[in-house]
């Protein structure tokens, strides 16, 4: 590749990307402890006596300490997402234009590509599938923060957490099924992280654009201007 056909173009600030290295720490902690507070195994079916389980640092009150510690972290970790909307421009890609025809027709575009059936793509900074992806992503990280809190104000009926998400227990038709709908969307975000991980790394391979680095130095590398330029320009 000639040096005067590369296309370096700065997309992600620093914010955004201690934004989003502290997010996938706090999905992997929190999916990890959720499963051990729904099913205990790293102890056994029988557990320890309770002077030895403190000793090894395994109660089901530390791990709890740890679930909820890291559910804090995303929550407002959240809510800095959002403000950081007001700054850099790249950093409203997660916004999806489905108001556009364009939008699904790319979004089309990109599912057959990643299926191996087109095998040519239009340049974006960030595709149409993508966006959306990370939209909904964003949506069920905020129904884990509002269902998880929920949960925790059981434990205080007048506290904080209850009077502010306390409706929604009844809402979804009680405490099992806050559960139940906490656990599917905790599998359906694991799902998508290995299939983001996956893709990132297939992106690179095939397309070296540089996807993975970007997130380390916010900068993208592109043979043609993306069609999407002015959402960064």
């Not at 620093?14 to 195994?41: D, Q």
């Not at 790293?42 to 909820?68: K, N, P, V």
Request: hydrophobic share 55%; net charge positive.
């Amino acid at each position: 590749m000639r040096e005067e056909l590369v296309k370096r173009i700065y997309i992600f600030s620093p914010s955004l990307r201690i934004w989003h290295w502290i997010n996938a720490v706090c999905i992997v902690i929190l999916f990890l402890t959720g499963l051990y507070i729904g099913n205990p195994f790293f102890i056994g079916s029988q557990g320890l006596e309770a002077t030895y389980a403190y000793a090894h640092r395994l109660t089901m009150d530390f791990i709890r300490f740890i679930h909820f510690s890291a559910g804090y972290v995303l929550m407002v970790m959240l809510l800095f997402r959002l403000f950081l909307l007001f700054f850099n421009k790249g950093d409203r890609l997660i916004i999806p234009r489905v108001w556009k025809g364009d939008f699904w027709k790319g979004v089309g575009e990109m599912v057959l590509h990643y299926l191996f059936i087109k095998p040519w793509h239009r340049t974006y900074i960030r595709n149409p599938l993508a966006r959306l992806a990370y939209f909904l992503l964003y949506l069920a990280l905020i129904f884990m923060v509002i269902t998880g809190f929920a949960m925790y104000g059981l434990s205080d009926p007048a506290g904080f957490w209850a009077k502010l998400f306390g409706w929604i227990v009844p809402m979804l038709g009680g405490e099992f099924l806050v559960h139940a709908w906490h656990h599917w969307f905790a599998w359906i975000i694991i799902f998508f992280v290995i299939i983001h991980v996956y893709l990132v790394i297939r992106y690179d391979v095939i397309e070296k654009e540089g996807e993975v680095s970007s997130m380390f130095s916010g900068m993208k590398t592109f043979k043609e201007t993306p069609v999407d330029v002015e959402d960064v320009a």
